[in-house]
């Protein structure tokens, strides 16, 4: 068990995810045999965004590696609202096709919540379609958005319970803030969403037995904030470039010092994006169990 005495102890999201992904590799191939087919997601991408390009490109990857069939369509800028439209109607009728996501941001020209509405809610691969959303609330089974569901993941594989415990979730965004709440909630922790209006953010974080952080601010979480022996969960991911022009990833949480007082800590890189990837590969593995009622 870390302690104290001996700095934080790490939440190693990027082994949990290759050892789920090896347990879905083995799950897709017993399910083949039995449907005469494999899992399919389709990742739909608008534009050239650099960035988006390159989680497109590890989400298909991750598919090739535990036997997924990807249908990866990448659609120039310009595409239209209605012809996105289209596409993802004609991905809900594809028996072939078990998730869906559409790839964000997409360009300023399109409306991403109309669209993303346009999903079947039984193939939404991300979780955000709003009957998802309100199944979340309402403790029902469903699709589980990627991120804030990873993070529970690697709590419980540390058997880290939220029962009992106060939880700081520092960001209210859809994708990770709102929805990771609702999960602790249902996990009985006590939680608050704090955010940019929050005042004195510094003595709500020091409140946190668990403490998450999904802000895209860079080392915003300082030592002073965290509780001695608190769990800080950093799902922040910033790119900055030091004077010689080189550049690294890092949190939203000031690494070095906090890990000095927490009892754990998810690194940066390493911590929660792998299991983001993993999650969407086990909603669409999930999905096609659900859809073959196997």
């Not at 004609?90 to 869906?100: E, K, P, T």
């Amino acid at each position: 068990m870390a302690g104290l005495l001996d700095g934080a102890g790490l939440l190693d999201g990027k082994a949990l995810a290759a050892r789920m992904q090896t347990e879905l590799t083995e799950q897709v191939k017993t399910l083949q045999a039995q449907s005469g087919r494999v899992p399919g997601l389709a990742v739909l991408m608008v534009g050239d965004n650099p960035a988006s390009a390159a989680y497109v490109r590890g989400k298909e990857k991750a598919c090739e590696r535990v036997g997924i069939a990807s249908y990866g369509t990448h659609l120039p800028t310009d595409t239209s609202q209605a012809e996105l439209a289209r596409r993802i109607q004609a991905l809900n009728q594809d028996d072939r096709v078990d998730g869906i996501l559409v790839q964000l941001p997409l360009p300023d020209h399109l409306d991403s919540v109309a669209l993303l509405n346009q999903i079947d809610p039984d193939k939404d691969a991300d979780g955000l379609h709003p009957v998802n959303m309100g199944r979340l609330v309402r403790g029902e089974t469903g699709l589980r958005s990627c991120t804030p569901a990873g993070v529970m993941r690697l709590l419980e594989e540390y058997a880290i319970a939220p029962q009992g415990k106060h939880a700081v979730v520092i960001g209210r965004s859809i994708l990770v803030g709102k929805p990771l709440a609702l999960m602790l909630l249902e996990a009985n922790a006590t939680v608050t969403i704090a955010h940019s209006h929050t005042p004195d953010l510094a003595a709500v974080a020091r409140s946190a037995d668990i403490l998450v952080t999904a802000i895209g601010k860079t080392e915003l979480v300082t030592a002073d904030m965290v509780k001695p022996g608190a769990v800080v969960v950093d799902v922040g991911i910033n790119r900055v470039t030091d004077a010689n022009g080189k550049s690294r990833l890092v949190g939203d949480v000031k690494f070095d010092s906090v890990q000095e007082i927490a009892e754990w800590i998810t690194p940066v890189p390493g911590g929660i994006g792998p299991m983001t990837v993993t999650m969407l590969l086990h909603n669409t593995v999930w999905s096609y169990r659900q859809r073959l009622a196997l």
